[in-house]
C-alpha cells in the first residue's frame, strides 16, 4: 500500500509513472473533468494531491482562489512553478496557494469551499480515513457548493479501495450527483446541493 513516504520518495527520484505530461489518457481525462464542472468560474477551489500541478493550472484559470496540496515538497515545488509561470492575477490566474499537507487531516479548516477536486486520492485512503475526508468537505463546502471526483477503475496493488468503492462512500454524503461518466478505465462524478439548477436552466434555456 502507499504511503505519504512512498510519494515523497517517488517524486523525488523523478520517476512517476503516470505520463502527466505526454499521455493522452491523462490529458483527455483532465479535459473531460473540466468540462463537467457545472459553473463556468468559482470562488474558492480546494485541490487535494495535485502531485505536479497540470490540473491545478487548469483550475487557476477558472477561480479567484485556490488552496493545492500534496504530500511531496517535490510535487509542490513542481506545482509552484507551472503556476509562477501562468503570470499571477495581473493575467487572470486565481490567487493560489500551493503548500505540504497530507490527508484526510490537512483538509483546510476555512474558508468556505465553492468546488472540492477529489481526483486520484480517494483510493490511497482507508474506508474511515474517506469517511474523515468526506466529512471535513461537508463542514468546509458552502451551501452551493460543488464536489467533483475522478479515480481509476482498475486493480491496482498501492490501492486501499476501488474507486467504485471510493465514489459510494463520497455519495454517501446526500449530495445530488449532477453527472456522472462511467468508462472501462474510470469513473468521474459531480455533486450538487439537493435542487440545484442545471447549467440550461441556469441560463434560462429550459423551464
Keep these: 500500500m502507499s ?12 520517476r ?9 489518457y491523462e490529458r483527455r481525462k483532465r479535459s473531460l473533468l473540466l468540462a463537467a464542472l457545472p459553473a463556468e468560474r468559482y470562488g474558492t477551489v480546494v485541490e487535494p494531491g495535485c502531485a505536479t500541478g497540470h490540473l491545478t493550472v487548469e ?7 485556490l488552496l493545492a496540496f500534496d504530500v511531496s515538497p517535490d510535487a509542490v515545488a513542481t506545482t509552484r512553478d507551472r503556476i509562477r509561470a501562468l503570470g499571477g492575477r495581473a493575467a487572470g490566474v486565481a490567487d493560489v496557494s500551493v503548500s505540504v499537507a497530507e490527508l484526510p487531516e490537512g483538509w483546510p479548516p476555512g474558508p468556505r469551499v465553492d468546488l472540492a477536486v477529489l481526483s486520484e486520492i480517494g483510493y ?8 474523515r475526508l468526506r466529512r471535513a468537505v461537508e ?9 467533483v471526483a475522478c ?4 486493480p491496482a496493488p498501492d490501492h486501499r ?17 449532477s453527472s ?19 447549467v440550461a436552466r441556469l441560463e434560462g434555456l429550459t423551464g
Excluded: I, K, M
Excluded at 490511497?124 to 469517511?131: A, C, H, K, N
Excluded at 463542514?139 to 464536489?147: I, R
Design 180 to 198: 456522472r461518466t462511467v468508462e472501462e478505465d474510470f469513473v468521474l462524478q459531480v455533486w450538487q446541493p439537493p435542487g440545484s439548477a442545471s
Design 151 to 154: 479515480h481509476w477503475r482498475h
Design 59 to 65: 483550475l487557476a484559470r477558472r477561480c479567484d482562489r
Design 16 to 24: 512517476v509513472p503516470w505520463r502527466f505530461d505526454t499521455g493522452w
Design 139 to 147: 463542514a468546509s463546502l458552502a451551501p452551493d457548493g460543488t464536489v
Design 161 to 177: 479501495l476501488t474507486g467504485d468503492r471510493v465514489h459510494e462512500l463520497l455519495g454517501d454524503a446526500g449530495w445530488r450527483t
Design 124 to 131: 490511497y485512503l482507508t474506508e474511515p480515513g474517506l469517511v
Design 3 to 14: 504511503t505519504p513516504d512512498h510519494f515523497r520518495r517517488l517524486y523525488a527520484s523523478g
